[in-house]
């Protein structure tokens, strides 16, 4: 049985244990669940505020890897960033980041980006190296900014984006960041294509037409603007993640990291303050011990890693308060309180007491 913690707010913890089903769940596990190799895999996460301040943070499903060789996959059905209604008033109302299908009226890309599915996990190979990888197209867009159709509020686009990490070996980590071609607004008002920054550089744009991620009174479009910095994740400490979401003695870590820095000002262009807002898409982690030797290779033909039967997943939720005060009146960007709980734990509790009532009508 795996465990996982999500924290809610200072003096909220919630603990739902996610119920293996299938013979594997029965067999003896091939990994330690605290000290053995894991890896993380999640889609795109929110940061709104300076780490330590008052803020929070919203997570979506973080797939772990499984303790028996095998898959856990993020479902199809996340497709943008806020998923639903909790997450709109958690995220603040005004982004939204597109990441799966989209459908032809929904299409926040530039002509030539096809719509696809993501492909995000994070594995257990037959040999217990972990592995993860977060593969999709990524809109980030500013619903604030009033466009007619989707893509005339997309402000970045990272096309083709990957990331993926592989801990083989204490002297055999490797972590990769890609993207095909990205997408940024241009001053014109359309999406242009720029270079992409190689290796740790960072991608640094100024004066955005992105607003905060919030309401916030007496904010004016016209002259609010955006700092924006892309970079790759290249630390553990700089992913969004769920306690859940552990470390180990030699971590791999990849990411793509968006730092915004929201100038917000009034009609008169007067300076109302600054907003913060960091993101985090594919973020993926694998880690291992010291002492760590992976197993030999199986023999051509035999058992391969298989889907796990019910997926390994911190689930989706958000950490901390009130985002930071957005003036003397007290308005706030719009961020709740609460947890946001995956059907996994639901779905594997009634199959269970399913099972049981049969058992004892037979």
Not at 115 to 123: K, L
Not at 178 to 203: E, F, K, S
Request: aromatic share 6%; proline share 6%.
């Amino acid at each position: 049985m795996t465990r996982f913690v999500t924290k809610a707010a200072a003096l909220t913890v919630a603990v739902f244990p996610l119920v293996g089903v299938g013979v594997a769940g029965a067999q003896a596990q091939a990994v330690d669940e605290k000290t053995g190799p894991v890896s993380f895999a999640n889609i795109a996460s929110v940061r709104i505020g300076d780490e330590g301040q008052r803020g929070g943070a919203l997570i979506t499903e973080t797939q772990r890897s499984p303790l028996l060789p095998g898959q856990s996959k993020l479902g199809a059905d996340r497709v943008s960033v806020p998923k639903d209604d909790g997450e709109r008033a958690t995220f603040g109302g005004h982004y939204q980041i597109d990441l799966g299908r989209y459908s032809a009226s929904q299409n926040p890309y530039p002509p030539g980006v096809a719509s696809r599915d993501h492909n995000v996990f994070a594995a257990l190979q037959a040999t217990t190296v972990p592995t993860a990888a977060a593969e999709t197209n990524y809109a980030l867009r500013d619903n604030w900014q009033g466009g007619t159709k989707p893509a005339d509020n997309t402000v970045l686009v990272l096309e083709g984006a990957k990331t993926s990490v592989e801990c083989t070996g204490p002297a055999k980590l490797s972590a990769a960041t890609a993207v095909t071609r990205l997408w940024v607004r241009q001053a014109g008002g359309g999406l242009g294509i720029v270079p992409v920054p190689g290796g740790n550089a960072g991608l640094e744009l100024k004066n955005l037409r992105l607003g905060p991620p919030g309401d916030i009174t007496n904010a004016d479009r016209a002259t609010t603007v955006s700092d924006l910095r892309l970079t790759r994740v290249t630390a553990f400490g700089q992913l969004i993640r769920q306690d859940g979401w552990r470390g180990g003695d030699h971590t791999a870590v990849a990411g793509w990291r968006v730092e915004i820095t929201t100038h917000v000002k009034d009609a008169q262009a007067a300076a109302l303050q600054d907003v913060k807002t960091n993101i985090v898409l594919g973020g993926v982690s694998c880690s291992i011990s010291n002492g760590f030797v992976a197993k030999a290779a199986a023999p051509t033909g035999g058992p391969a890693a298989t889907q796990a039967a019910v997926p390994t997943q911190v689930p989706a939720g958000y950490l901390g308060a009130a985002a930071p005060a957005t003036g003397d009146d007290g308005s706030r960007v719009p961020f709740g309180i609460g947890l946001l709980f995956g059907g996994v734990f639901l779905a594997a509790v009634a199959l269970l007491l399913g099972r049981r009532r049969k058992t004892g009508s037979d």
